[in-house]
């Protein structure tokens, strides 16, 4: 595990990270999710010991990150490689930093992927030189990997195998994967915890699937004198009140995150157990009452609301 602990770095002045208490576990990929300027890199950075923290502590399996040079691989966003090197020079360059280096793996993984180890990296696409060096990292044998968006620029089919390569690689060596990204989207089938960084600071960070047990999200369309046409829609809702009545009943029994109001329609997400919260829905009589499934990034969405947050100025 890593465990970082109050963990600053200002640059001019300015905290890039701010004060970051963060406990990465093993095993798994986390990510570190914020806007441009969020603070990410600089926290890449840190945790690599590119650079010097001004303030806090970063433990590496309960050890000062400066013993731990070989259990971590960082990958920045583009990776430095010899004018005219292939994926095999490379191999046996990393060899000397990483000794568990698997140069014969390299060349496993370059073949599943048909790319020759033997070609100047140069000479690759950017997401060919994007596999290259993910399957570099992946063979270090480190423990631990440091990189910035993992997938970006890699094809739906390259970036199925390599999430593949990697599930395999963190469930038979508890290898452990930090990765800086813009969106949630790439990674929410792979990553088991994020984390969310804004101006320097950490947002919220946790385990996606166990805030996903607790959350829910419902549709209920009820009756209304506008159904009947009587009046117009919106002459509808204000002259019975039905719907706002409701979400107030709703608002005062429920956990609610969410909730708005459309046509005759509530769609409103929740905390809380999912039967308990039917079974209250269904007291107010509703001609339609369904579950939405949520996605990660939605419940991720909601939670940041929750905490006062502006999630369009958190994340993309
Ligand atoms: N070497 C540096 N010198 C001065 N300021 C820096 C330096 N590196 C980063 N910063 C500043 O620190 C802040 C965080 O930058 P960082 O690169 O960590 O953000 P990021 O979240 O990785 O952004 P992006 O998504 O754009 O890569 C920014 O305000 C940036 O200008």
């Known amino acids: 595990m890593i465990s970082v602990r109050e963990l600053t770095k200002t640059f001019d002045g300015k905290p890039a990270v701010d004060h970051i208490f963060l406990d990465i576990p093993e095993g798994m990929m986390f990510g570190l999710l914020g806007t441009n300027g969020a603070g990410k890199t600089t926290m890449l950075r840190l945790l690599s010991g590119i650079l010097e923290p001004d303030f806090g502590e970063i433990l590496v399996d309960d050890e000062s990150l ?168 919106e002459e509808g809702w204000s002259s019975c009140g039905k719907l706002q009545d409701i979400m107030d009943r709703l608002e005062n029994t429920l956990d609610i995150v969410r909730i708005h109001s459309e046509g005759s329609f509530i769609t409103l997400t929740v905390r809380g157990d999912k039967e308990e919260i039917r079974a209250k829905l269904k007291e107010e009589h509703p001609a339609v009452l369904n579950e939405i499934p949520m996605s990660l990034e939605e419940i991720f969405i909601a939670e940041m609301e929750v905490k006062g947050y502006d999630i369009r100025k958190v994340l993309h």
Not at 167 to 192: N, P, W, Y
């Open 66 to 233: 400066s013993v731990s040079a070989e259990k971590i691989f960082y990958l920045p966003d583009t990776p430095y490689y010899f004018p005219n090197a292939t994926m095999e020079q490379m191999a046996k360059f990393y060899q000397r930093q990483y000794p568990g280096m698997d140069a014969e793996g390299v060349t496993y993984m370059a073949e599943s992927l048909n790319l020759d180890v033997r070609q100047p990296i140069r000479t690759f696409s950017k997401g060919m030189k994007r596999q290259a060096f993910l399957i570099l990292a992946l063979c270090a044998g480190t423990k631990y990997l440091l990189c910035d968006e993992v997938f970006d620029g890699l094809d739906p089919i390259a970036a199925e195998v390599m999430k593949n390569l990697f599930r395999q690689e963190m469930k038979e060596r508890k290898f452990t994967v930090v990765v800086a990204s813009h969106r949630l989207q790439e990674l929410e089938d792979i990553c088991g915890n994020i984390a969310i960084l804004h101006k320097g600071g950490l947002v919220t960070a946790g385990d996606m699937r166990v805030q996903a047990e607790n959350m829910w999200k419902f549709q209920c369309a009820f009756h209304t004198n506008a159904d009947k046409g009587e009046i117009t829609e």
